[in-house]
Each structure stands twice: as C-alpha cells, then as structure tokens.
C-alpha cells in the first residue's frame, strides 16, 4: 500500500512564497506520475500543477509563472509557489498515479490535503 505524507502549508501573506513537499512512501511501487491539486470551500478539486509522463512539468493558468513543480531521483515532489494572492487559499493535495508493477494497472492514490491561507 502506498502513502503521501504532505507538508510545508500553513499561513503567509500575500505576495509571499511556500513550499509544499509530499513524500510516497510504501513498498513495490513504480511512480508514474505526481501532481499537486487544491480545492477552496465550495469549489471543485483542481489540477495546479503536474510532473507529466514525459517529464515536462504542466502548470493550471492561475499559477503559471508563480508556481514551480519539482520531483527528485525518489518519490518526492515539491510545489514551490511564489507572489501568493488571496485566491491560493485553499486546501492542497498530492496526488500520485503508480504501478505496483512494470506494464500492471495504473492505480492513483491521494494524500490527506494540507490547508493553505493567504492573507491581504
């Protein structure tokens, strides 16, 4: 069974920077792909930025040129977001597509969320 462990969230002022990490963490699993989503309070769950398959980090248009997404040799991704506003509060989730084995059934698991606010 695979596990994120999120962390890095917290309160910060607008225009200030925050780095979120997730780590997976578990036994016979191949990463496939890891993203960063975020829901505010009635509203939907949202991609903020994604590693992609081929490697070339993809960004949601509210945060491209603020938002830096990064995953080391292991199984690890960063979300670094820079020049926060308001409208970044929210709660943040990692998200991580694996196969527990070369050419098996992708499978998708998600970690608990770390809540984000942004004040004026």
């Known amino acids: 069974q695979v596990q994120l462990v999120e962390s890095g969230g917290g309160s910060v002022q607008a225009g200030g920077s925050l780095e979120l990490s997730c780590l997976a963490s578990?036994?016979?699993?191949?990463?496939?792909?890891m993203d960063w989503y975020r829901q505010a309070p009635g509203k939907t769950r949202d991609l903020v930025a994604t590693?992609?398959?081929?490697?070339?980090p993809q960004y949601a248009d509210s945060v491209k040129g603020r938002a830096t997404i990064s995953r080391d040799a292991g199984n690890t991704v960063n979300l670094r977001l820079n020049d926060l506003k308001v409208e970044d509060t929210a709660t943040y989730y990692c998200h991580l597509v694996y196969q527990q084995m070369q050419d098996s059934p992708e499978l998708q698991e998600w970690g608990p969320g770390i809540p984000v606010t942004v004040s004026s």
């Open positions: 578990g036994t016979h699993f191949v990463t496939v792909v």
């Open positions: 590693t992609t398959r081929g490697g070339i």
